[in-house]
């Protein structure tokens, strides 16, 4: 691997007290190419603009998938990583899905590691706080026709992360549109997967909503999952999320999640959930809790739930009574290093 560090690092104009998620940008960033059948030319360099064919297959059949991931420091700013081996896999997984080619695990890995500790002055040092990464994955080359690249680039990029969300979420079930279908790609992390659902997201933002809660595209009476996160309900004195398929996104703070609340002895439930299940929770009062979660978001909770125009307040607990609030601190104990890991999640660099 090729390393060219920048002679003129911007980390003196990152305001670490005001961090916008995506605002700033590290020094360098880590670049891979696949050319006649093989990964070449690795490389960690300044970050900056790069250039391609305007025929790039790209732009015109959308073949680009990624990943989200962070970074965190300890009290003595010693640097980990979360379960970087699952997004490894994910992202050949999603690959293989858009006929792409897979990662080697060294050049991910190695590229990774090496990158976050070349910039490992950008990760914040806060509670809650982290250097967000993102590796993808585009096709580069190509002609006119409706057929696979034969090129591709594998790049990481990282910004620095505060909270994403800021309060509780106000959510409205989708009853219209859809973000993937049985034998889709909803499972993979494809970027026309997030480009389908800014429409019918900014018509539920103008009503006064912050997310949708995705539902199946067949009959739209069974619950997926909600904008960048998954979800999860405690219905019935049960912590219940839907069962991950072709439709939703095997999730990793999901399954840490659910892998916390086992292990603190919550009763947890993956299975089908259909909208009518919830709407009746929230009349009876059932419903206690609902909250998102995801890489960005970490885990939100939600406050309101609409549905065929009547919005559902879920019941105003105190911060102590969150089950929410409870499993995130739980989480980020593990990933700043404040507490035992007993799952073998947190990996050192």
């Known amino acids: 691997m090729k390393i060219e560090k920048t002679l003129h690092s911007r980390i003196q104009k ?3 007290n005001n961090i916008i998620f995506g605002n ?3 020094d360098h960033m880590f670049c891979s190419e696949f050319k006649n059948g093989k990964w070449i030319h690795s490389i960690i360099k300044p970050f900056g603009n790069i250039m391609f064919s305007p025929i790039s297959l790209v732009f015109h059949y959308g073949q680009a998938v990624f990943e989200g ?3 965190y420091k300890d009290r003595n700013e010693e640097v980990f990583l979360f379960r ?3 997004n490894f896999k994910r992202m050949n ?3 293989f899905r858009l006929e792409m080619p897979a990662i080697p695990e060294n050049i991910f890995m190695n590229g990774l590691k090496k990158l976050i500790d070349i910039d490992r002055n950008w990760i914040p040092k806060h509670y809650g706080q982290s250097l967000y990464i993102r590796p993808f994955l585009i096709a580069t080359n190509g002609v006119l026709s409706a057929k696979p690249s034969e090129d591709y680039m594998f790049m990481i990029i990282s910004t620095p992360a505060d909270t994403y969300y800021k309060h509780p979420l106000k959510i409205k079930i989708e009853e219209k549109y859809s973000r993937s279908a049985s034998g889709g790609v909803g499972f993979t992390k494809a970027a026309g997967n997030y480009a389908s659902s800014f429409y019918p997201t900014r018509l539920a933002n103008e009503k006064g909503y912050d997310q949708i809660l995705w539902t199946d595209s067949s009959t739209h009476t069974m619950i997926e999952e909600s904008g960048t996160m998954n979800v999860f309900f405690y219905l019935k004195n049960k912590l ?3 069962k991950a398929n072709d439709n939703i996104l095997s999730g990793i703070t999901c399954k840490s999640i659910i892998s916390l609340a086992e292990k603190e002895g919550f009763p947890v439930e993956e299975r089908n959930l259909s909208v009518s299940e919830i709407i009746e929770g929230l009349k009876s009062g059932e419903l206690k809790e609902a909250f998102g979660c995801g890489t960005a978001a970490v885990v939100n909770y939600f406050e309101t739930i609409s549905f065929q125009e009547n919005d ?3 019941p105003n607990l105190s911060e102590e009574k969150r089950i929410s609030l409870y499993l995130k ?3 980020l104990d593990i990933q700043h290093n404040l507490s035992e890991d007993p799952f073998g999640w947190r990996i050192r660099l």
């Open 312 to 314: 559902y307040d879920l």
């Open 93 to 95: 997984k999603s690959a």
């Open 14 to 16: 990152m305001d670490f």
């Open 329 to 331: 601190k739980r989480l």
């Open 84 to 86: 970087p081996e699952e």
């Open 240 to 242: 219940v999320t839907p």
């Open 24 to 26: 700033q940008y590290s």
């Open 69 to 71: 991931m962070k970074a």
